[in-house]
């Protein structure tokens, strides 16, 4: 897979945007901005960035963050539009006007639920993140992979397995890693920005959610629910749930946790699973949404407490099916 065949596109485009999905992670983010970097060095081409919502100042470390907005006005028509880490459309909340009106459109993915919505697709469900498929559409077409690059790459890599702990940690991806150093990304810096740069009430909201947390199932099922008070009393932000989940699978007894984040007060609520055995993606396309096997989410429109009854129904159903009952 290259970026061959779309080059010419590329080239000839005079306004172009790359997009990602609302929340943006280190993933979505690290691909963006390495994105806009690669495009620039190969055709000196400077493309309008778009990260949706709130984005964690924790990432303002990165080559090209400075020049993200986070809307555009819908009613320009772009050449071209370059969605990166969006596993589906409706990812991209207002600004799928954009997309919808572009006269052409690139979707770069690694989410299995991806279903191909570009005009031009490289969706690599096997790797391990959306910056891992980009370096492998640079190196392949022989794209420069420059210090900057390199170093929003390897974030990309980095925080989407976990800090390679997770099970799409593969020899490809320490392979990648290691080449994205040898171009000047640098480990302990990255690593320091992205998981070490913690604030007080980031962790004392962390703790609190996570003291609260329920078990089901013999202790084999963890959730804790989110409040829009939760935030207030903390001063929190939304990227302050990120690592709940993981954190509640990380339990010896835990084969499925999952996190219900309150958007509006009894209308919608985020669902982030994770699971050990499980294909919690499973669960979360029921209701809209989608991602891996073993960490998925999705949003229901209805209170907190009907959120947590309607996935603990799937899981059970799930589980029923693995018994056979």
């Known amino acids: 897979m290259n970026f061959v065949n779309t080059e010419e ?8 945007l790359i997009i990602s999905h609302i929340n943006p992670d280190g993933d979505a983010l690290g691909s963006t901005c390495g994105l806009y970097q690669a495009i620039y060095n190969k055709f000196k081409k400077k493309a309008d960035i778009c990260a949706l919502t709130y984005v964690s100042p924790v990432y303002n470390f990165l080559p090209n963050m400075d020049k993200a907005k986070s809307s555009y006005d819908t009613s320009l028509v772009y050449d071209l539009v370059i969605t990166v880490d969006v596993a589906a459309l409706d ?4 600004m799928k006007i954009l997309f919808d009106k572009a006269k052409t459109t690139i979707n770069i993915d690694h ?15 096997e790797a391990s993140s959306t910056g891992e498929v980009l370096f ?5 077409s022989d794209w420069e992979i420059d210090k900057d690059t390199a170093e929003c790459l390897y974030t990309a890599i980095l925080t989407d397995t976990g800090g390679f702990r997770f099970d799409n940690t593969t020899e490809d991806v320490f392979q990648t890693c290691a080449e994205l150093v040898r171009l000047g990304a640098n480990p302990n810096k990255i690593f320091t920005y992205c998981y070490e740069q913690k604030s007080k009430n980031y962790v004392m909201f962390q703790n609190h959610c996570i003291g609260k947390a329920e078990f089901l199932n013999n202790n084999s099922i963890a959730y804790t629910t989110v409040y829009r008070r939760d935030f207030e009393k903390y001063d ?10 993981e954190q509640l699978r990380a339990i ?12 509006e007060p009894n209308k919608i609520c985020k669902i982030s699973m994770r699971s050990k055995k499980y294909d919690v993606s499973k669960i979360c396309s029921i209701f809209g949404g989608g991602g891996h096997a073993r960490a998925a989410g999705c949003t229901i429109k209805s209170s907190v407490e009907n959120s947590v009854t309607k996935i603990i129904n799937e899981i059970k159903r799930i589980d029923n099916e693995h018994s056979g009952k």
Do not use: C, M, P, Q
């Open 111 to 125: 989410h299995k639920t991806n279903n191909n919505f570009g005009d031009y697709n490289y969706v690599v469900a």
């Open 91 to 94: 990812r991209l909340g207002e």
């Open 252 to 263: 010896e007894t835990t084969d499925i946790a999952f996190v219900v984040k309150e958007i």
């Open 136 to 140: 492998n559409l640079f190196k392949n």
């Open 9 to 16: 596109i590329i080239k000839s485009a005079k306004k172009i």
């Open 236 to 245: 929190a932000k939304d990227d302050f749930t990120e690592g709940l989940a």
